[in-house]
Structure formats: structure tokens, C-alpha cells
Antibody, heavy 121, light 108 residues
């Protein structure tokens, strides 16, 4: 079974940094794009970035709202994708999901359970 | 960026009734690359439909999607108790991927 398990969330002060991890299992990790999507409390979903698959050299893409502050990387050896967040703002407070991009089209066929990041002083 | 607007924001219905949810795009969604997700409180979203009308694995046939261009619809033909949730549309025709603001289907 496909599983995505996030970790690393918590409370951080404005201007601080945090790294989220997403451990994947149940599929050939290197074959798939892996994205991050967030959801502010009581709000909708926002795509924030992606790591493409090995065939596309693990190239990354980012939403404008996080470009230059967030970076995505992945380690094939432990089937994990990471979201490094820097210069955090209060508006970055959200549940962060990692999600697998389906190989038929760029929609999300599997999601992690989510990890809450709270940016507050 | 393609902006998706969902309507209504909330709809109040009873079990057995039909729900019609709308998703309108600010520009044409090429390939009809539009997906729908269901989200229940405290849970991650789950894929319902992709490419406008293709049901994901295991999704019952009371869920159907239609549309093209800029106007898309999700219909739940007969609401079951487990269908009361928030529904999001998402376009994947171009980056950035974008979601609609969601429609809440609540118990009347």
C-alpha cells in the first residue's frame, strides 16, 4: 500500500526555519513527482511546490508565495522528500501535506495525513 | 495563474438528495485537466475525479463530473451520510496548480 508520512512540524517564531519530512513507501519513489500542498486553518488548499521524478532530474518548481524562501529536496536512498522553510511568516501557518502526483496527470492520488506548522511569537 | 471559483460556498441538503457543485475557471482549462477532491474534518483530501469526468479507483458511481473549457460540475446523485464534506476542484493544466475555494455540503 502507498503510504506518505510527514514529520517535523511544530511551533516556530517569525523569521525562523523548519524542515518537514515526508517518508514514502509502497511505490517506486523515483518514478513519481512529489508535491507539497498547504492549508491554512479553516481555509482552502494551496499548492506550494514540487520535486519532479528522477527522469526529470528531480527538478523543482515553486509557487510565487514561497519561492526564494522554501526549497524541496529528496533522498532516493530513504524514499523521502523534504520541505525546507526559511524566513517564515505568520501567514505560513498551515497544515502541510505531501502528496504524490499521479503518473496519468498532475493531480494528487495519495496524500499524507498532514503536519501542522505554526508561526507565532 | 488560473483562478478557480467554486459555488455555492455552502449547500444544505438531506440524505438522498442531489448535490450540484460548480467550479468556474478564469481561463480555459486545456485538456479538461480538472480534478475533484473530498475532504472531511481532520483528514487529508481524497481524490474523487480527474480529467473532468473519470472517477478515481473505488469512487462510487453516484459521483459524476462534467464540463469543459471554463465551466465544470460535480454531481452527487443521491447523498449518502458519508458524503457530507468539503469538495475542492483543482486544475492541472498549468503551473501553478490551483484549487477552488471549496464547497461545503452540509446536513440540512
Amino acid at each position: 500500500d502507498v503510504q506518505l508520512v510527514e514529520s517535523g512540524g511544530g511551533l516556530v517564531q517569525p523569521g525562523g526555519s523548519l524542515r518537514l519530512s515526508c517518508a514514502a513507501s509502497g511505490f517506486i519513489f523515483s518514478d513519481y513527482y512529489m508535491d507539497w500542498v498547504r492549508q491554512a486553518p479553516g481555509k482552502g488548499l494551496e499548492w506550494i511546490g514540487r520535486s519532479k521524478n528522477k527522469a526529470n532530474s528531480y527538478t523543482t518548481e515553486y509557487a510565487a508565495s514561497v519561492k526564494g524562501r522554501f526549497s524541496i529536496s529528496r533522498h532516493e536512498s530513504n524514499n523521502s522528500v523534504y520541505l525546507q522553510m526559511t524566513s517564515l511568516r505568520t501567514e505560513d501557518t498551515a497544515v502541510y501535506y505531501c502528496a504524490r502526483v499521479d503518473d496519468y496527470g498532475e493531480f494528487f492520488d495519495y496524500w499524507g495525513r498532514g503536519n501542522l506548522v505554526t508561526v507565532s511569537s | 495563474e488560473i483562478v478557480l471559483t467554486q459555488s455555492p460556498g455552502t449547500v444544505s441538503l438531506s440524505t438522498g438528495e442531489r448535490a450540484t457543485l460548480s467550479c468556474r475557471a478564469s481561463q480555459r482549462v486545456s485538456g479538461n485537466y480538472l480534478a475533484w477532491y473530498q475532504q472531511k474534518p481532520g483528514q487529508a483530501p481524497g481524490l474523487l475525479i480527474y480529467e473532468t469526468s473519470i472517477r478515481a479507483t473505488g469512487i462510487p458511481d453516484r459521483f459524476s463530473g462534467s464540463g469543459s473549457g471554463t465551466d465544470f460540475t460535480l454531481i452527487i446523485s443521491r447523498l449518502e451520510p458519508e458524503d457530507f464534506a468539503v469538495y475542492y476542484c483543482q486544475q492541472y493544466a498549468s503551473l501553478p496548480l490551483t484549487f477552488g475555494g471549496g464547497t461545503t455540503v452540509e446536513v440540512k
